[in-house]
């Protein structure tokens, strides 16, 4: 079945310093690979998608790119802000199904 | 534009009781989907409702039932609550439905919390 397997959080960070947020999965077929984001109190947001290998989804200073080789989609920002401050989540989406599988959520908390 | 909105926001029940949460999607949407979130855990999918008919069911109990309504509007219902019904229950909606389900848009939740 698919899965997806986040790194544990929370991951604490100071203003400006750089992100990485690792995300590796197992899925039957060829899943397209989703990060959301769930600030406060807030429901989850689409932050950026990559659909086929090699593929890289950006958006907000944020990317990620789909390695089919490592089955990895880990997510970057050069120089995070107060304001990133979040749960950030990876999701996948196989083989025609339209339901996707999340992984558990990384959160991330950015000091200034 | 108004985004998806749930309602209530907030609600304490007691092990037995019966909740309804509802969910208006985005104007034009016309397929709904209900997620649970437990504490530190991603969202399961519960179904999918699009053009008032069930499309899709995630591994739940028949406890747990939904409908939709002529207006795409949507009501999650479970019975007889258990402890581990505690949760945030997610409503997102889509344009479309199966492989064509598009981009899912969610509300903030129904916080519900068991006792």
């Known amino acids: 079945g698919n899965s997806v397997t986040q790194m544990e959080g929370p991951v604490t960070l100071s203003e400006e310093a750089f992100l990485t947020i690792n995300c590796t999965y197992t899925a039957t077929g060829y899943p397209s690979l989703f990060w959301y984001v769930q600030y406060p109190g807030e429901g989850l947001q689409l932050l950026l998608k990559?659909?086929?290998?090699?593929d890289k989804g950006s958006n907000k200073g944020f990317e990620a790119t789909y390695r089919k080789e490592t089955t990895s989609f880990h997510l970057e920002k050069g120089s995070v802000q107060v304001s990133d401050s979040a749960v950030y989540f990876c999701?996948?989406?196989?083989?025609?199904?339209?339901?996707?599988?999340f992984g558990r959520g990384t959160s991330l908390i950015v000091h200034p | 534009d108004a985004g998806v909105t749930q309602s209530p926001t907030h609600l304490i029940k007691t092990r037995g009781q019966h909740v309804t949460l509802r969910c208006s999607p985005i104007?034009?949407?016309?397929?709904v989907s209900w997620y649970q979130q437990v504490l530190g855990q991603g969202p399961q999918f519960i179904f999918q409702y699009y053009e008032k008919e069930e499309r899709g069911r995630g591994n739940f109990p028949d406890r747990f039932s939904a409908r939709q309504f002529p207006n795409y509007s949507s009501e999650l219902n479970v019975n007889a609550l258990l402890l581990g019904d505690s949760a945030l229950y997610l409503c997102?909606?889509?344009?479309?439905?199966?492989?064509?389900?598009?981009?899912?848009?969610f509300g903030e939740g129904s916080r519900l919390t068991v006792l």
């Open positions: 999701a996948l989406r196989s083989g025609g199904s339209y339901i996707p599988t």
């Open positions: 990559a659909t086929k290998a090699d």
């Open positions: 997102a909606s889509s344009t479309g439905t199966g492989a064509n389900t598009g981009e899912l848009f």
């Open positions: 104007s034009g949407h016309k397929s």
